[in-house]
């Protein structure tokens, strides 16, 4: 099992950024993805992107062009750089991480960390 912490949330203004991390303990496994969710208040947990552990990188059509996920294997961590903010975006942003590739997540299985809540609001 790998442990997830995510850090980094906050609130800000809308058109703001934010910067969250996801530090994970050391995977043996080579071929794998992270993934971050998010849900918000009264809703499913939803995707938000997936970068592999070969390099790939997908976003939802709800973040892209604003978003930026990526990660740093050489130190255990995935970011999420989100520009351009909206009241939407707000929830708690959860990170995944499962074994072999996925684009889009794979779903809700795999391991989690505890979650940082972001809020966009004036």
């Known amino acids: 099992q790998v442990q997830l912490a995510e850090s980094g949330g906050g609130l800000v203004q809308p058109g703001g950024s934010l910067r969250l991390s996801c530090a994970s303990s050391?995977?043996?496994?080579?071929?794998?993805?992270m993934t971050w969710y998010r849900q918000a208040p009264g809703k499913e947990r939803e995707w938000v992107a997936s970068?592999?552990?070969?390099?790939?990188?997908k976003y939802a059509d709800s973040v892209k062009g604003r978003f930026t996920a990526s990660r740093d294997d050489s130190k255990n961590m995935m970011y999420l750089q989100m520009n351009s903010l909206k009241p939407e975006d707000t929830g708690v942003y959860y990170c995944?991480?499962?074994?072999?590739?996925?684009?889009?997540?794979?779903?809700?299985?795999?391991?989690w960390g505890q979650g940082t809540q972001v809020t966009v609001s004036s």
């Open positions: 995944n991480f499962k074994l072999g590739y996925y684009t889009t997540g794979g779903g809700l299985s795999g391991d």
């Open positions: 050391r995977s043996p496994y080579t071929r794998n993805t």
């Open positions: 970068v592999t552990s070969g390099g790939g990188v």
